[in-house]
């Protein structure tokens, strides 16, 4: 019972302090780069969790361009924010499509009335949620450097080291099988086997890290002046959710998903990738 009070106190806390910090952020930031059309708005009458409300009129709202962390205390101190920032309050929607999504919610860009930052920038600064790119491009800037601000300063998820998953420790990834993840490395290889192209972290890939790519992605890379082969001996920052065939998994669906790190750095070393043809 004292450990559960504890935790209600400590959380309560941190909903004091997010309170203050995001009223401080969302009273100086600057007007933001995306414009989505608006869809709408009204008050919010409760906080589902860390990136879902509901509003008075009975619509669900899930912020865009968010992933949750999955650990449950991780995932109700997200609540926590997201109470600070909306709880009562009117707020406005924005998106380039107000159709719902396969559990009838709205996925929308959302400010408060009194704000032209949007929320999604609060809880990533907070190191409350991670940026997906499930948003309209423009958008990705801001949310962006609100997430890497919160990862400089070590906040929220990432005071520790389990948010940022690195390429060296595959069994860390493996443990996040099924959830999305943040993993960063340098780049052994890129191979392509028939439609597929390999980004390669290690030399064994039936344990160690990969990228997948379709041709179409492949390509839209190309498209994007990222020719794939160029990210050997880069480090790299890639988002997405964590799959399994060998070693683990990132299937790159979108050219958002990767950041490039770092300039080609010499390897010495560099082999062939063992454990098959790629």
């Known amino acids: ?73 991780d995932r109700q101190r997200a ?43 609060a809880l990533l600064a907070q190191g409350a949620a991670m940026m997906t790119p499930s948003i309209d491009a423009t958008c990705l800037p801001q949310l962006s450097a609100a997430e890497n601000s919160a990862r400089e300063a070590r906040r929220g998820i990432w005071a520790g080291a389990i948010a940022l998953k690195n390429t060296e420790r595959p069994g860390d990834i493996l443990a996040a099988i099924g959830q999305f993840g943040v993993v960063e490395g340098k780049v052994l290889s890129v191979r392509q086997a028939g439609s597929v192209t390999y980004v390669n972290f ?16 492949a390509a839209a890379f190309e498209d ?17 959710f964590i799959g399994q065939r060998g070693g683990p998994r990132i299937e790159v669906l979108k050219v958002e998903q990767v950041d490039v790190l770092s300039e080609v750095e010499p390897d010495p070393g560099r082999g062939r990738v063992r454990g098959g043809s790629r």
């Open 202 to 217: 290690g030399r064994r890939w039936t344990e160690d890290f990969a990228l997948t790519l379709s041709k179409r992605t």
């Open 79 to 121: 609540a926590a924010v997201l109470t600070a920032l909306l709880g009562g309050e009117v707020v406005a929607l924005r998106g380039s499509d107000d159709g719902p999504d396969r559990y009838g919610r709205q996925i929308a860009l959302v400010r408060r009335d009194t704000s032209e930052m949007p929320v999604q920038v």
């Open 224 to 240: 994007a002046k990222i020719p794939l082969k160029s990210l050997e001996n880069r480090k790299i920052r890639v988002r997405g």
């Open 1 to 73: 019972m004292r450990g559960g009070w504890l935790f209600r106190f400590r959380l309560s806390e941190f909903t004091r302090g997010a309170a203050v910090l995001t009223a401080a952020l969302l009273s100086c930031a600057p007007a933001p780069a995306c414009n989505l059309p608006a869809q709408g708005e009204g008050r919010v009458s409760a906080i589902i969790d860390g990136r879902t409300f509901r509003l008075d009129d009975g619509r669900e709202v899930r912020l865009a361009g968010l992933e949750l962390p999955a650990s449950a205390p």
